[in-house]
Nanobody, 119 residues
Framework: QVQLAESGGGLVQAGGSLRLSCAAS????????VAWFRQAPGNEREFVAR????????NYADSVKGRFTISRENAKNTVYLQMNTLKPEDTATYYC????????????WGQGTQVTVSS
């Protein structure tokens, strides 16, 4: 089992920055691809960014390209999402998801952290 805990959310003005962290416990994240998703009230959960287990493959949603950066520090069992030039439409609860690269493909989700961007 992997337990994921997001942190770093908060209230920020438009144009500001936040760095979210997704810390894992229970098992190393080394063999997991990790992604960030977000969900605003009334909307479906949407993909934000993904980083492969070894950091060699990174993908972003078009809406955050050039503003958000995903990274990982396996020694700390943590994945980060640096969010710059935040916009009110980035307001959402942000979740991290870990998916095993092994055949079982186990998937784990965190509880989320709230990001609110004021205009």
């Amino acid at each position: 089992q992997v337990q994921l805990a997001e942190s770093g959310g908060g209230l920020v003005q438009a144009g500001g920055s936040l760095r979210l962290s997704c810390a894992a416990s229970g098992r190393t994240l080394r063999m997991y691809d990790v992604a960030w998703f977000r969900q605003a009230p009334g909307n479906e959960r949407e993909f934000v960014a993904r980083i492969s287990w070894n950091g060699n493959n990174i993908n972003y949603a078009d809406s955050v390209k050039g503003r958000f950066t995903i990274s990982r520090e396996n020694a700390k069992n943590t994945v980060y999402l640096q969010m710059n030039t935040l916009k009110p439409e980035d307001t959402a609860t942000y979740y991290c998801k870990a998916q095993s690269i092994m055949a079982t493909g186990d998937v784990y989700w965190g509880q989320g952290t709230q990001v609110t961007v004021s205009s």
